[in-house]
T-cell receptor
Framework: DAGVIQSPRHEVTEMGQEVTLRCKPI?????LFWYRQTMMRGLELLIY????????DSGMPEDRFSAKMPNASFSTLKIQPSEPRDSAVYFC??????????????FGPGTRLTVL | GQQVMQIPQYQHVQEGEDFTTYCNSS?????IQWYKQRPGGHPVFLIQ???SGEVKKQKRLTFQFGEAKKNSSLHITATQTTDVGTYFC??????????WGAGTKLIIKP
C-alpha cells in the first residue's frame, strides 16, 4: 500500500485566496483525521471522520475552514479566504477500527502551507 | 471539557541518560496512544494502551497506563541519538473526543 497520500506537498498562496488540501487515506481505513501543526500551537486536531461522517469538528478554527469526505477514498480541507496565520503544516491521517477500540493512526507526509 | 497535560515541554539529556515524558488527563481515558515525530517528519505510532495499569515494553522504551486511566508515561532507558524527536500522547475519551498532548521534545546534548 502507498500509505496516506496528501497533495500538494507545498502550497504558497496570497492572503484572501482559496486553498484546497487533499488526502487519500489507506484503503479500508474507517477513520480520517485532519491536523494542523505550528511551532506556536503544536499539533492540533481539526476534525475527524468515521465512515465518511464527521464525528468531532470542535477543532476547526473558524468558518473559513471546511472539510469534506465525499467517499471513503478522498477528503478535502478547504480554507476560504486564507490568512497568513493559517500558515502551517497540515497532516492527514487514517486509521482502521480496532474492533473494540481505536487503532493506530497512519500519517501522511503533510502539506506545508504558506500564506503571504 | 477534557484536557491533557504533557510534561515536560523539553528535556535535554546526555546520550546514555534516561528520558521520561508524562501525560495527565483531568478525566478518565478510554485509551491512550504514543507517537514519535522526528524533525521535519510526521508522527509515527509507537504503541496503544487500553487496560488500567497496563505496562508495555519495546526494547529500551517502557510505556505505562495509570490504574485510574488518567495518566500515562513513556520512559526511554539509555537514550541514543536515534531517539531524538518529539514524543506525543494522544488521548481518546468515551465520548469520541481525541485530544493530543503538547509533546515533549527530546534533545541530546552534544
Amino acid at each position: 500500500d502507498a500509505g496516506v497520500i496528501q497533495s500538494p506537498r507545498h502550497e504558497v498562496t496570497e492572503m484572501g485566496q482559496e486553498v484546497t488540501l487533499r488526502c487519500k487515506p489507506i484503503s479500508g481505513h474507517d477513520y480520517l483525521f485532519w491536523y494542523r501543526q505550528t511551532m506556536m500551537r503544536g499539533l492540533e486536531l481539526l476534525i475527524y471522520f468515521n465512515n465518511n461522517v464527521p464525528i468531532d469538528d470542535s477543532g476547526m478554527p473558524e468558518d473559513r475552514f471546511s472539510a469534506k469526505m465525499p467517499n471513503a477514498s478522498f477528503s478535502t480541507l478547504k480554507i476560504q479566504p486564507s490568512e497568513p496565520r493559517d500558515s502551517a503544516v497540515y497532516f492527514c491521517a487514517s486509521s482502521p477500527w480496532g474492533g473494540s477500540s481505536y487503532n493506530e493512526q497512519f500519517f501522511g507526509p503533510g502539506t506545508r502551507l504558506t500564506v503571504l | 471539557g477534557q484536557q491533557v497535560m504533557q510534561i515536560p515541554q523539553y528535556q535535554h539529556v546526555q546520550e546514555g541518560e534516561d528520558f521520561t515524558t508524562y501525560c495527565n488527563s483531568s478525566t478518565t481515558l478510554s485509551n491512550i496512544q504514543w507517537y514519535k515525530q522526528r524533525p521535519g517528519g510526521h508522527p509515527v505510532f509507537l504503541i496503544q494502551l487500553v487496560k488500567s495499569g497496563e505496562v508495555k515494553k519495546q526494547k529500551r522504551l517502557t510505556f505505562q497506563f495509570g490504574e485510574a486511566k488518567k495518566n500515562s508515561s513513556l520512559h526511554i532507558t539509555a537514550t541514543q541519538t536515534t531517539d531524538v524527536g518529539t514524543y506525543f500522547c494522544a488521548a481518546f475519551y468515551s465520548n469520541y473526543q481525541l485530544i493530543w498532548g503538547a509533546g515533549t521534545k527530546l534533545i541530546i546534548k552534544p
